[in-house]
């Protein structure tokens, strides 16, 4: 059997969820891929709130639903540093078709910061092979459970930080 990295951890509620978000984007770097599957009130852009706050941003997160890609500053005290400069955070439920999803242009968002999309599942073949992918199931009313899986060695490693922090 081949044995696919993979970490799973339970939530209890949305702060625990802004936690784990915020332990992911401390260690977030430039060309970062993450992709957050789930429901309709999983809790994606809950997790993507923690994710922001722990990396820096000035902006405080809203539903991209309407826009499709939000894009988050943070404060730029540390030049050079591998901490990306912007924080692309794409909602593809509303896209409409695959060229519309074509148009958003993906390479030159990770050549300047990190992405994450929630609803990867409706842009099939324009996510980069290499990400972390998140399953959110709703297994209560406040509990979460979330299954992290790797494509490539710099996801392995962030899911070694998720083991830890779990
Ligand atoms: N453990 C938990 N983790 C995250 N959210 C939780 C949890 N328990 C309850 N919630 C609630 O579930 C809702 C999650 O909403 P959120 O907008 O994050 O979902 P979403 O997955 O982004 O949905 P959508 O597909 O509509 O964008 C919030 O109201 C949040 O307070
Ligand atoms: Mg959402």
Same mark, same amino acid.
């Given at each position: 059997m081949l044995n696919v990295p993979a970490v799973k951890v339970v939530s209890h509620d949305p702060e625990q969820t802004r936690q784990l978000g915020a332990q992911l984007g401390k260690a977030l770097q430039t060309g970062d891929v993450f992709c957050l599957q789930g429901e !309709?009130?999983?809790?994606k852009t809950t997790l993507v709130q923690g994710i922001a706050q722990g990396w820096g941003s000035l902006d405080s997160v809203s539903s991209?639903?309407?826009? !499709?890609v939000n894009v988050y500053r943070r404060?730029? #005290?540390?030049?050079? $540093?591998?901490? %990306?400069p912007l924080l692309f955070h794409m909602d $593809?439920? +509303? !896209?409409?078709?695959a060229s519309e999803a074509e148009e958003l242009d993906l390479d030159s968002m990770l050549a300047e910061g990190a992405l994450i999309v929630e609803?990867? #599942? +409706?842009? %099939?073949? !324009?996510?980069?092979?290499?990400n972390l992918w998140l399953t959110i199931e709703h297994t209560g009313e406040t509990e979460r459970e979330m299954k992290f899986t790797a494509s490539g060695k710099r996801y392995e490693e962030l899911l070694g930080l998720i083991r830890e922090g779990a």
């Open positions: !309709l009130g999983a809790g991209p639903t309407f826009i !499709l404060a730029d #005290e540390k030049k050079g $540093a591998a901490t %990306p $593809a439920y +509303r !896209l409409d078709s609803w990867p #599942e +409706r842009m %099939p073949g !324009l996510i980069p092979a290499e």
